[in-house]
């Protein structure tokens, strides 16, 4: 019994010194919460101006031209929904995109917008609050083989004192 009781502990220990990006077990299971998403709904006076591009292994840019770029409430569901999504990064590759099933309310509490021809978009009238950032660039090359690419997001915050619009630039980086 006395040499159970070690190992478990020895066990437990070994899991907590686990060094990968995971997710308190909290946030692991945070419900979609519309209270906590609301102030995406509050008429804001902030301004987000953004930039969204990838940088290619073999030099130049990529733009963002005409993809939707969507602002997302950073609640615990969506921190822990990004983490999951972007297996605790900020960029995960075409061909590795997860299939994350979405509450079915969560994209009402969301706001998205298209980026221009350079990859520029904006956010007008923001509430104050933190968010996220979301687009993607996905390429499929004439050829076949594995898309290129991926999904990327940023996060930006907004006090409500912000006299000039907030710029963010969303690459993934």
């Not at 437990?12 to 995406?40: E, H, R, V, W």
């Not at 509490?109 to 990859?119: P, Q």
Request: hydrophobic residues 40%.
């Amino acid at each position: 019994m006395k040499k159970s009781v070690t190992c478990l502990v020895f066990a437990l220990a070994l899991a907590g010194c686990n060094t990968t990006s995971q997710q308190s077990p909290q946030i692991d299971t945070a419900p979609f919460d519309p209270k906590a998403a609301a102030y995406i709904k509050t008429q804001g006076t902030g301004r987000i101006e953004g930039h969204a591009f990838l940088r290619k292994p073999e030099g130049g840019v990529m733009m963002a031209a005409g993809e939707f770029v969507r602002l997302v409430p950073a609640t615990p569901y969506a921190r822990n929904r990004f983490a999951k999504l972007y297996n605790g990064g900020k960029f995960v590759a075409a061909h590795q995109i997860p299939q994350v099933p979405a509450d079915p309310t969560y994209t009402d509490y969301t706001r998205l917008v298209k980026a221009e021809s350079s990859g520029r978009f904006a956010f007008d009238n923001v509430a104050p609050g933190q968010y996220f950032i979301a687009t993607q660039i996905i390429i499929k090359p004439e050829a076949g083989g594995p898309a290129k690419g991926g999904a990327f997001f940023e996060n930006v915050s907004l006090t409500g004192k912000e006299a000039e619009p907030v710029k963010v630039i969303v690459n993934g980086n």
